[in-house]
Every structure is written in C-alpha cells, then in structure tokens.
C-alpha cells in the first residue's frame, strides 16, 4: 500500500514551522490548545513513519487509512500530557514514544469490515479530523443530534422533525434546515483560525464551509465519536 501524501504539508502556515525540533512544537501544541498547526505539523512531520508501521496489519487499504486515521486520534489526546523531559532518564525520544503508542494501537486495533468502514482520508485528514470532532463535541445535544441524522444517516428535514416529534421536541421541518445551516456555520467557526485557513479555504465556489465540503468529512466524525 502506498503511504498517502497530504497538501496540508507544503501549506505556509505548516512549513513557517518546519524549523521547531519536536520538543517546540510538542511545547507550543499544549501551550495554545485553539491553535492547530502545531499538531499538524507533528503530523506531517511524523505521518509517514507511522503509515510505514501500519501498512501491514490491515488487509486493505480502506482499513490501513481508518487505522491510520483512529491512531493520530488517539495521539492527539495523548500529546496534551506527555513531557518529553521525562524520558531523558529512559533514553526515550520523541519518535520512539510514537513508536511504542503505534505499536500498542496496532496490536489492540479491531477493525471492522472494510463495508463498515466510512472513514475517507482525502475528505478528512487526520488533523482535520480531529479538531472537527473536538468541535462536534461542542455542540449541544439535540443541534448534533440534527447533524447526525442529516450528515450520516442522510434524512430529509421531514423525517428529522418527524422523528424529534416523536421524541417529544417540537420542530418543523424548515425550522430543521435553518438549524443545520446554522449548525454548519457553528462547527466552522468553533474550529480554530489555522485549521480552517489549512483546510477550508479554496472550497467549491471559493467559499469555507461545510456546506461546501464532502460529507464524508462529518460521516467520518460522527460515526466514530
């Protein structure tokens, strides 16, 4: 399998930070949480070792991506808390810890089948991927309920509103789009500066957006979260 390239690493915004030893950009990642290029640029800078090690543990390509995908999820929790200067007495670096969480990852991974599977790496980058679902998490209940049953179920706002009725919430149909499209425009603006200029800018009609991107992207979160 061919480890997968990704454009976010030749954006400005990543390569200005190309001179950071992993230390700095580790420092600057927990110190400015509502800031996503460090972390990015960890990814970039990291993601084709870790492809590297998974290539051979999934059967397809479907599920080497979703694995992927789920273990720079897992790293991107992880990161808040690691101090690096911690490992001087174990001889650990960096690269060797992500070695060892790659590793550990693989080998407790149980993947589903590749048809189960609706996780599309050129719609969702991992980082992508990961601030996208940090602002689902934002959203209240019932707004990400709406999201749901639209991005990855696909219902029409006639049967969202019918299926909120009968739990008990009041909703008509055109109350329902209004409330995804402003949803939408929420989930953009909760994600951080960098993140939507790396990844939204230059959508279809030269507009940021979800409106404008795949689906996937938001199927992918939201299936897993």
């Not at 808040?80 to 960096?94: C, I, K, N, V």
């Not at 957006?209 to 979160?221: I, K, M, P, W, Y």
Request: net charge negative; charged share 15%; proline share 8%.
């Amino acid at each position: 399998m061919p480890i997968p390239t990704f454009p976010e690493a030749n954006h400005p915004v990543i390569k200005s930070l190309s001179h950071y030893n992993d230390q700095e950009l580790l420092t600057l990642f927990q110190r400015y949480p509502d800031v996503g290029q460090y972390f990015t640029a960890i990814f970039c800078r990291y993601s084709p070792m870790v492809y590297t090690l998974i290539q051979h543990s999934a059967r397809s390509p479907v599920q080497a991506d979703y694995l992927f995908a789920l273990i720079w999820r897992h790293l991107f929790h992880e990161l808040g808390g690691l101090d690096l200067r911690a490992f001087g007495a174990e001889g650990l670096t960096f690269q060797s810890w992500l070695i060892n969480v790659t590793a550990l990852c693989i080998n407790q991974a149980e993947l589903p089948p590749v048809e189960e599977i609706h996780y599309n790496i050129k719609a969702a980058s991992p980082p992508f991927w990961c601030y996208l679902d940090r602002a689902l998490e934002q959203l209240p209940p019932i707004t990400r309920l709406m999201v749901l049953m639209a991005q990855t179920f696909h219902w029409s706002e006639t049967r969202i509103s019918a299926y909120l009725q009968a739990e008990g919430e009041h909703i008509p149909p055109a109350q329902v789009k209004a409330h995804l499209q402003e949803s939408y425009q929420l989930l953009e603006t909760t994600l951080p500066d960098d993140i939507r200029a790396i990844y939204l800018s230059g959508n279809a009609n030269g507009q940021p957006g979800f409106v404008n991107l795949d689906a996937s992207s938001l199927e992918a979160t939201l299936d897993q979260s």
